[in-house]
């Protein structure tokens, strides 16, 4: 699922230098040795962004990125940053002027690279991916197997992983009906629509759903539990599974949150899951929950790659670790997220998750890679659409 990324630089030791770089981050990478190479295989391989040297032999970098904005379709655009020694300000208005989005100077230093790379990527992929192929449609449920282990922290910083570092189109869904906090989580008003304003409708369509999702600044959507306790009863457990489906059309990811209760509105999101993450940490009590959701759920007759169990604050002492809590459950924890306090507080209180505003720090390294191995996973239902290839 990695994005390709063309290198285009006449010079042995950049492209090594590159190509071991993006590689290491885990990028395709393909090599172009001047702008007419260049060129051809931007058509033929289709990267999702280049690296493009100025001064090439054959046509220089100006022309290559003059000959691909010229070609490109509407509504296609290659993001292509330009590696220049010249630090003349002339240069740059030069290059951008001939196509480029972005611009980095000789020497630079890989990290600044990487950062630019990803946030060309994400500035550039939900138009792709609107356009490009039809939404994976995969619905994933995480389910807190008590109070208070890290689920809603989880749910929201993986699904904005998923869009903006993994370009997926991504609805996160509050399940908490009587006490959803994503409000909280992501610094919005109670004023904003909620799922309540979709089930008190005459009918539930895609339209309606359309206007009451709420936009998040990381680009993912948002469909808001009810702003109070009160109104949580008006959606009943068949309202979830229809709106569910509708949101399966239209995104790759539906991920939604949801609390310890297995009754009936829960059970039916369940059920309409692709894959249920249970999210626990290490102690008796949890222990304990899990052993117990893992037998009713096992009655439920799902798949087994179907509930996949993600161990929060793996790291934090307890007294109890990976091996003893695996022997416990007699069976593997799939994923980790390691335990950082202070990240995960300090963005709860400013209402901006980790994932946006401090991706490269160590929770959200945590998180991402969390994020990959569920991009990588397969649907387990074989509900959703046919798996579409990605366009990074
Ligand atoms: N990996 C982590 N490391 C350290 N602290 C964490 C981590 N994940 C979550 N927390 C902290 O744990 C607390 C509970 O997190 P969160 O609200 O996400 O849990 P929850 O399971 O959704 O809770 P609730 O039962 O209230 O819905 C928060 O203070 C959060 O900052
Ligand atoms: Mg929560």
């Not at 951008?96 to 790379?117: C, Q, S, T, V």
């Not at 994503?182 to 008003?189: E, I, K, P, Q, S």
């Not at 629509?193 to 009451?212: G, R």
């Not at 489906?245 to 991920?255: F, I």
Request: charged share 25%.
């Amino acid at each position: 699922m990695a994005a390709k990324i063309l290198v285009v630089d006449d010079d042995p030791n950049v492209q090594r230098l590159l190509t071991y770089t993006l590689k290491q981050e885990g990028y395709e990478v393909v090599v172009a040795a001047d702008g007419a190479e260049g060129f051809r295989l931007w058509g033929a391989e289709q990267p999702a962004l280049l690296l493009l040297d100025v001064m090439l032999p054959k046509l220089d970098g100006y022309q290559v990125a003059g000959k691909i904005r010229a070609e490109e379709g509407a509504g296609s655009h290659v993001p292509i940053i330009m590696l220049t020694a010249e630090r003349e300000v002339e240069q740059k208005v030069r290059g951008l002027r001939a196509g480029a989005d972005d611009y980095l100077i000789k020497p630079f230093h890989p990290a600044e690279l990487l950062a630019r790379i990803k946030s060309l990527l994400a500035r550039f992929a939900p138009r792709e991916l609107l356009v490009g192929r039809p939404p994976l449609g995969r619905i994933v449920a995480f389910y807190g197997a008590k109070g208070g282990v890290g689920t809603t922290t989880i749910a929201i910083n993986a699904a904005i992983a998923l869009h903006r570092e993994l370009g997926r189109k991504v609805c996160l869904v509050d399940g908490n009906l009587q006490f959803g906090d994503h409000r909280v989580f992501l610094d919005l008003g109670l004023d904003r629509k909620s799922i309540v304003d979709v089930v008190t409708a005459p009918t539930i369509d895609l339209d309606l759903i359309k206007q009451v999702l709420v936009k998040h600044d990381s680009g993912i959507d948002l469909l808001l539990a009810p702003p109070n306790p009160e109104t949580a009863e008006l959606v009943t457990q068949d309202h979830m599974p229809l709106v569910l489906d509708q949101l399966r059309g239209l995104y790759d990811y539906t991920l939604i949150d949801i609390d310890k209760r297995l009754d009936e509105v829960n059970l039916h999101i369940l059920d309409a899951a692709d894959t249920m993450f249970v999210v626990m940490t290490a102690d008796l009590s949890c222990l304990k929950n899990v052993r117990l959701v893992l037998e009713t759920i096992g009655h439920l007759g799902y798949e087994k790659q179907k509930v996949q169990l993600v161990l929060n604050r793996s790291n934090a002492f307890t007294g109890i670790n990976v091996k003893n809590a695996e022997n416990a459950l007699k069976r593997q924890i799939d994923h980790q997220v390691v335990n950082e306090y202070r990240g995960a507080i300090s963005a709860l209180n400013s209402g901006a998750p980790f994932m946006f505003t401090k991706a490269d720090s160590i929770l959200g390294r945590s998180l991402l890679e969390f994020a990959r191995a569920l991009d990588r996973a397969t649907p387990a239902t074989g509900k959703a659409p046919q798996l579409a290839p990605a366009t990074r």
